[in-house]
């Protein structure tokens, strides 16, 4: 909880510190809700019974979700996977944010594994392992990287965590069954095998500087180039949270003026960012937020909060998921919630 609260404060009085209040205007304090997920779930403290509601509810707005997509995308095949050579994706929820809808979908997974484990109902079993089935094939056909590699991230885990001590030899099976099937995914399905061709194309650009107006990583690989000259240039005090963007944006002004500003974005990377804008202490803030989950053996040892924490940890090297309400969102309830499971099962609790 600590941790979070630094998280959660470092940039407000940091940017206090370097600026006054004048701050507000640019950035605001929108970080300081993080605090708030963790404080309501072991307010709350749920039962059982409320646990699977809360599952529930995720995995029925993850159907609809879900539907709407495959339901835009058999209206209108032929375009869409046109739009995947283009680094469009397929229309989703959520105010079109196919980063964040995949990665819940991935927590979703988690959540009807969970349900799975801990039902006695055959039908319910039933229907669970067909929503995972479902999921699995909807997110090859989004295609979205976040979530791919949160998924890929999830099975290894809770194979790991879940296949007995006797039995670790089911991980080779496992790990050649996934490689298979996701190499059938990506060279049979449309929009998948096109993503994999445009992350290709993507590649061969930027990694040669070449910068071509609709790529994509290219973006993602530009703005990390700026977030490591910026730390090189202010590697123990930072510039400040609020000032990042001005940063960043003057950055590309003196060394790729040809990147349009609407493909100027912060550092693809919440370290990076904390690094960039809070000098080293907003990196050791963000990096004891992420280890000390693992020097606490109820935590280590939970295979669900494992499961949704590792690929969350994994993707805060390449995504931003503490810059926007949606994404603090889901990673501040479901951290939270995941914990509060942990601690439910350290301690023994049934009802």
Known sequence: MWTFIALAALPILYDLFLEGF??????GIMKLILVL?????FAFQPKKHYISLVHLFVILVMVVSSAYTFFMYLGDQENIVNSYKISKVMPVLSYGD???ISWVVVISLVMALYEWHHSNKFYVKILLILYIFGQYTYLHYLGAKTGLISLYVTIILLSYYLIPKGKKWWLILIFSLTAVLGYFAATNIPSLKERVNFVRYDFEHYS??????????????YSLKAGKDIIAAHPIMGVGFSKLHTETSAWYDANMPNVPQKDRFLPSSQLVIYWASGGMLGLLIFLSHLLLPFFRKYLKENRWFMAFFIPAIVSFTFETHLEGQLPIFVYGFFVAWFWWLAWRESQGLQT
């Open 37 to 41: 997920f963790p404080s309501f779930i």
């Open 208 to 221: 040669k500087g070449e910068y071509r107006e609709g790529l994509s990583d290219a973006v993602r690989f």
């Open 98 to 100: 196919h980063i964040r």
């Open 22 to 27: 004048g701050f507000i205007h640019e950035r």
